[in-house]
């Protein structure tokens, strides 16, 4: 019986565990793209020539962070 609670309470909290994990790799993530990578692309496309690609991407961007409530 006791073996049974152990395994129990082990699964819950290496559970709630995995999923902390996710969530901060989810935010990590949405750091490096927003903050990091959209810039990068942003600059590589305005130098290589396409400003209209470009121009709208910031323009989607803009639009919804003017939306996001975080």
């Given at each position: ?49 396409m ?14 962070a ?5």
């Amino acid at each position: 019986m006791l073996s049974l609670l152990f395994a129990i309470c082990m699964i819950w909290i290496f559970g709630k565990l995995f999923f902390f994990g996710l969530k901060a790799t989810w935010g990590i993530t949405k750091f490096l793209v927003t903050i990091v990578l959209l810039p990068l692309v942003l600059i590589v496309m305005a130098v290589s020539g396409m400003f209209y690609i470009a121009f709208f991407i910031l323009i989607i961007g803009g639009i919804a962070a003017c939306f996001n409530k975080n």
